[in-house]
């Protein structure tokens, strides 16, 4: 019997010379596997005026014939995974695409597989202006190697593409702390605090083995219920804060974060659960407006935003603007990165039963603006500016002597701007560490 090659071979084999064409005309590299692959075709390089980056996207070539997609229109159509392809996905280490090619029309398609929705995110929907696999895609397919884990984001420029600012703060901290031998652990002395009839309670302090650090003496403060008080120490700050032993960073990490939630506790709640930072409202289901400078205009944000059901004018939900924090040392500078999120009550003060789809709905419309004007709001917060018509600075802080400071977040200048879609989560995976509109999380 003489061999027959099947239709389905040769058409995948058409399919995958013509996208390798197609990568070539765009400019990038396209190198196709062997035939061993188990569901990546070939592996694309973006190029930069003939120049290779070794930026690499994993590609999969679907190949028709001719016949119409699912549900396809003039607009769109729909294309549905396999299970196993996707589960196999998921495991790269590259950015994966999808390729749609078809012989009778000569139409190239793409779409991240990560896009997906419905049934375990099996099914990608395309649109048939965007997801076209040409030159006009070129930004959005560079996007996708942008590193998606690590120390920070830029928040991109808007349009002249001179500079971006990143989402870390250095903090300035006093330059003398307390040290304090306590019996007690951590949620015992917390406890006795709370029990106590005395005022002025405050938490800004940790116990690290039977030792506890704070910003402020211990001795003159309501602490000092809870440590030896004959076994008080002041030391430079210094001796922690540029510690080599990662137990001690992270302990002096905690401890900065319980100074901020200290030093901002009139304005801001602590979500333990979510472990962030929102404004408080200033009364039951009422607005609150918070007025700043932003780079160059006054301006305000509504930073607790009340939704009322249109009939009845009842309280539906409340949004609160809120960020992650974390404090890191990078070099020999401390810094606190600010991932901007948003926090949902019912009333102000009751969390929300079913915060996820609201967060999910909000970060949909983020885009960079909007992401680059909440790191500049928290920023001008948390620097604690005097009143625009009273601040001879920009920068004057009110903040009481001993608590933490923070500078201008720095920028970076970058030769052009960044395509709106490398900022954006995938569909699925916006948490409050994602931001919904940002990929990374720090510098």
């Not at 304090?180 to 116990?207: E, H, N, V």
């Not at 920023?379 to 604690?384: P, V």
Request: proline fraction near 5%; glycine fraction near 6%; charge should be negative.
């Amino acid at each position: 019997m003489s061999k027959t090659i099947t239709d389905n071979q040769q058409i995948g084999e058409l399919g995958e010379a013509a996208t390798r064409a197609q990568f070539l005309r765009i400019g990038f590299q396209f190198d196709v596997r062997s035939r061993l692959e188990a569901g990546i075709d070939a592996i694309a390089e973006v190029m930069i005026d003939g120049q290779p980056t070794a930026k690499m996207i994993a590609v999969q070539v679907k190949s028709t014939r001719s016949g119409k997609y699912t549900g396809e229109t003039e607009e769109g159509f729909t294309y549905r995974l396999k299970p196993d392809d996707l589960a196999y996905w998921r495991g790269s280490n590259l950015p994966v695409i999808i390729v749609l090619f078809r012989q009778s029309d000569d139409s190239f398609y793409w779409k991240d597989v990560k896009a997906g929705t419905g049934e375990s995110e099996l099914r990608l929907t395309f649109d048939k202006r965007e997801d076209r696999l040409d030159r006009s895609t070129i930004d959005r397919l560079a996007s996708l190697t942008v590193p998606k884990q690590g120390h920070g984001y830029y928040v991109p420029p808007l349009g002249g593409g001179e500079s971006a600012i990143v989402n870390i703060l250095p903090v300035s901290f006093p330059e003398e702390m307390f040290v304090a031998m306590t019996p007690y652990s951590g949620q015992r002395a917390i406890a006795i605090l709370l029990d106590t009839d005395r005022p002025g309670k405050r938490f800004d302090w940790t116990i690290q083995e039977s030792t506890l650090w704070s910003f402020h003496d211990p001795r003159d403060e309501i602490t000092c219920e809870i440590v030896d008080c004959d076994q008080v120490e002041a030391i430079e700050t210094a001796l922690f804060a540029d510690h080599e032993d990662i137990a001690v960073q992270n302990n002096f990490s905690h401890l900065l974060r319980k100074a901020l939630g200290h030093q901002f506790q009139r304005d801001l709640g602590w979500d333990r659960d979510r472990r962030l930072f929102y404004f408080r409202p200033l009364s039951e289901a009422i607005s609150r407006t918070f007025a700043y400078r932003s780079a160059k205009n006054p301006t305000s944000s509504e930073v607790v935003k009340v939704y009322r059901q249109k009939e009845s004018g009842a309280t539906s939900y409340v949004r609160h603007h809120a960020f992650v924090p974390r404090f890191e040392r990078l070099g020999d500078q401390w810094y606190l990165i600010i991932s901007p999120t948003y926090y949902f009550t019912t009333n102000g003060y009751t969390p929300h039963s079913h915060p996820h789809a609201l967060l999910a709905g909000k970060k949909r419309v983020d885009n960079n603006a909007s992401l680059r004007g909440q790191v500049i709001m928290w920023h001008r917060f948390l620097a604690r500016q005097q009143p625009l018509q009273q601040a001879e600075s920009l920068f004057a802080s009110d903040v009481e002597a001993g608590a933490l400071g923070f500078a201008e977040p720095p920028s970076v200048a970058l030769s052009t701007s960044v395509p709106e879609d490398a900022w954006r989560a995938a569909k699925g995976t916006t948490t409050d560490e994602t931001q919904g509109s940002f990929a990374l999380d720090g510098v």
